[in-house]
């Protein structure tokens, strides 16, 4: 490979990183503030276990420079710097009652001094931050690509080899091309493009998504323990569950779920969680959150009533899923009764649970409308100007001079 590739951090990510990146052919050049990582290249070893790391260390050259050298030597700086937590946040201590950022000195100062060597060098910052970070703290300074990894400390090699997916997040087209056409020359996995907020979402979201599930797991292990069930079992049947719980289904945002099953389980699962004295009702979280995120879309309702007094409010939508006209424990209704209590007046309609003819192309008039069931005949109606929509499935495409509050999108959905 005729590019060079330079690294700002040669730690316990940036390293193994650097030495899989010159397995592929590139010459690769890192500079890290810490002396003790030279001792580590001439040694061939690191302090942390990392599985394979001695293979890809027999044959490295991998120089270690300057700061200034490996900024203006290296056509991609990816930059591997800290984004420390102190210790008391680690997860090994008692959660504090404080609530703290990552401490993104490191990476300010790292992409201040490339700046003011060379403000046009393409930056991959792989740090992990949390979303609006690289918005507020690191584009003031200079353009970026943001594109984290998703890799596990002692497996970074061969998950840096084969990821499920390159995330790259960038507002730059020529950037994004660059980086597309070298993480082709490193594996065969799809590219996911999208703005570096974005990014910053996918990649904290991924690592609570394991904890989620791990916690899941562990709430039915305390449960099996205290009622006299095999957890093995419970965790098996959800592993051959393929349709359901393993697979892009419910992966939508939206509304709460509901149906005659989901709710109410969960709240009488919450009983039993009481009644058993598990060391903590998640059922009750789970439909706390639920009610909650409800809360959440009356206050979007509320925002625009508030810029838009003279308009009807029209909830669209009674029942608890697409396509059906069973309105069981529906996340529309309940939304209907917390506008009730707010004292918000406003019409609740559906073609499939009311006896009521709406056809496809049908067009509404003047008023502020929410979709609470994403039926699909929905996203062919057709709103009058001045008009808004608020929709948290992202279904309704733009109309002319209607706005369309689509919840946690930038654009429409294309299911």
């Known amino acids: 490979?005729?590019?060079?590739?330079?690294?700002?951090?040669?730690?316990?990510?940036?390293?193994?990183?650097?030495?899989?990146?010159?397995?592929?052919?590139?010459?690769?050049?890192?500079?890290?503030?810490?002396?003790?990582?030279?001792?580590?290249?001439?040694?061939?070893?690191?302090?942390?276990?990392?599985?394979?790391?001695?293979?890809?260390?027999?044959?490295?050259?991998?120089?270690?420079?300057?700061?200034?050298?490996?900024?203006?030597?290296?056509?991609?700086?990816?930059?591997?710097?800290?984004?420390?937590?102190?210790?008391?946040?680690?997860?090994?201590?008692?959660?504090?009652?404080?609530?703290?950022?990552?401490?993104?000195?490191?990476?300010?100062?790292?992409?201040?001094?490339?700046?003011?060597?060379?403000?046009?060098?393409?930056?991959a910052i792989i740090s992990t931050t949390l979303p609006g970070t690289i918005k507020r703290e690191v584009e003031p300074i200079m353009d970026v690509i943001y594109t984290p990894q998703f890799i596990a400390m002692g497996t970074v090699i061969e998950d840096y080899l084969n990821p499920e997916f390159n995330l790259i997040g960038s507002n730059h087209s020529d950037k994004t091309e660059v980086m597309t056409e070298f993480y082709k020359t490193i594996n065969n996995a799809p590219m996911l493009v999208t703005d570096?907020?974005?990014?910053?979402?996918?990649?904290?979201?991924?690592?609570?998504?394991?904890?989620?599930?791990?916690?899941?797991?562990?709430?039915?292990?305390?449960?099996?323990?205290?009622?006299?069930?095999?957890?093995?079992?419970?965790?098996r049947a959800w592993s051959m569950s393929s349709k359901r719980l393993l697979s892009p289904r419910y992966l939508r945002s939206g509304v709460g779920d509901g149906g005659g099953c989901h709710p109410r389980d969960n709240i009488a699962l919450s009983a039993l969680a009481r009644r058993l004295d598990l060391s903590y009702d998640l059922f009750d979280a789970l439909m706390t959150a639920r009610e909650k995120h409800m809360g959440f879309i009356a206050d979007v309702i509320i925002k625009e009533i508030d810029s838009n007094p003279d308009l009807n409010v029209v909830l669209l939508g009674k029942s608890f899923k697409p396509g059906t006209n069973i309105t069981s424990g529906s996340p529309a209704?309940?939304?209907?009764?917390?506008?009730?209590?707010?004292?918000?007046?406003?019409?609740?309609?559906?073609?499939?649970?009311?006896?009521?003819?709406?056809?496809?192309?049908?067009?509404?008039?003047?008023?502020?409308?929410?979709?609470?069931?994403?039926?699909?005949?929905?996203?062919?109606?057709?709103?009058?100007?001045?008009?808004?929509v608020i929709d948290p499935f992202g279904i309704i495409q733009d109309q002319p001079g209607v706005k369309v509050v689509r919840i946690g999108r930038l654009t429409p959905t294309n299911y």
């Open 333 to 388: 209704l309940l939304l209907a009764r917390i506008l009730e209590t707010l004292n918000i007046r406003c019409e609740h309609i559906d073609p499939y649970s009311d006896d009521i003819a709406l056809e496809p192309n049908d067009i509404f008039s003047e008023g502020i409308y929410v979709i609470c069931t994403a039926h699909r005949d929905f996203s062919t109606y057709q709103f009058v100007s001045d008009s808004v």
């Open 196 to 235: 570096p907020t974005t990014a910053e979402c996918i990649k904290v979201s991924y690592n609570t998504f394991i904890t989620a599930k791990t916690v899941l797991a562990n709430t039915w292990g305390e449960i099996a323990h205290k009622v006299g069930a095999d957890v093995n079992d419970i965790t």
């Open 1 to 123: 490979m005729d590019k060079c590739i330079g690294f700002i951090g040669l730690g316990r990510l940036g390293l193994p990183v650097a030495l899989t990146i010159e397995s592929k052919g590139y010459k690769v050049i890192g500079y890290d503030v810490n002396p003790n990582v030279a001792k580590w290249i001439k040694d061939k070893q690191i302090p942390t276990v990392e599985a394979d790391i001695h293979e890809y260390f027999k044959d490295t050259k991998l120089e270690l420079q300057s700061f200034e050298e490996v900024v203006k030597n290296s056509d991609i700086v990816f930059v591997a710097v800290q984004t420390p937590h102190e210790e008391e946040y680690d997860g090994a201590h008692h959660l504090p009652d404080t609530r703290v950022d990552f401490d993104y000195s490191f990476l300010i100062n790292a992409v201040d001094k490339i700046a003011k060597i060379d403000k046009t060098k393409l930056v």
